[in-house]
């Protein structure tokens, strides 16, 4: 089983930054999957970005590409979301996922396992 605690949201203004953290707990295979989905109000979950553990391959979401940045921290088991140049349609329930064992190529977007609780971010204009 594998736990998964998210960290740091917060209320910013357009173009600033935020750095969410996930603190990963229980066995995780070698090759896993981890990543970040997010959901606005009234809308479907959206995938943000996805890393491969064994890896290290990423992957992103059309809308993020170019301004958030995912890794992993293998010694502190955490993984982590740099966001910049936030805009208000950053706005959401950010949620740490992962799927263990698994890869992420051509799968993250669908079939993630184990999901946190979610965190807040709110972008302001």
């Known amino acids: 089983q594998v736990q998964l605690v998210e960290s740091g949201g917060d209320s910013v203004q357009a173009g600033g930054s935020l750095r969410l953290s996930c603190a990963v707990s229980?066995?995780?295979?070698?090759?896993?999957?981890t990543g970040w989905f997010r959901q606005a109000p009234g809308k479907g979950r959206e995938g943000v970005a996805a890393?491969?553990?064994?890896?290290?391959?990423?992957y992103y979401g059309d809308s993020v590409k170019g301004r958030f940045t995912i890794s992993h921290d293998n010694a502190e088991n955490t993984l982590y979301l740099q966001m910049n140049s936030l805009k208000p349609e950053d706005t959401g329930m950010y949620y740490c996922?992962?799927?263990?064992?698994?890869?992420?190529?051509?799968?993250?977007?669908?079939?993630?396992?184990?999901w946190g609780k979610g965190i807040l971010v709110t972008v302001s204009s």
């Open positions: 890393i491969s553990i064994g890896g290290a391959s990423t």
């Open positions: 229980g066995y995780m295979y070698r090759t896993a999957c």
């Open positions: 996922a992962a799927k263990s064992p698994g890869v992420c190529a051509g799968t993250w977007l669908y079939a993630m396992e184990y």
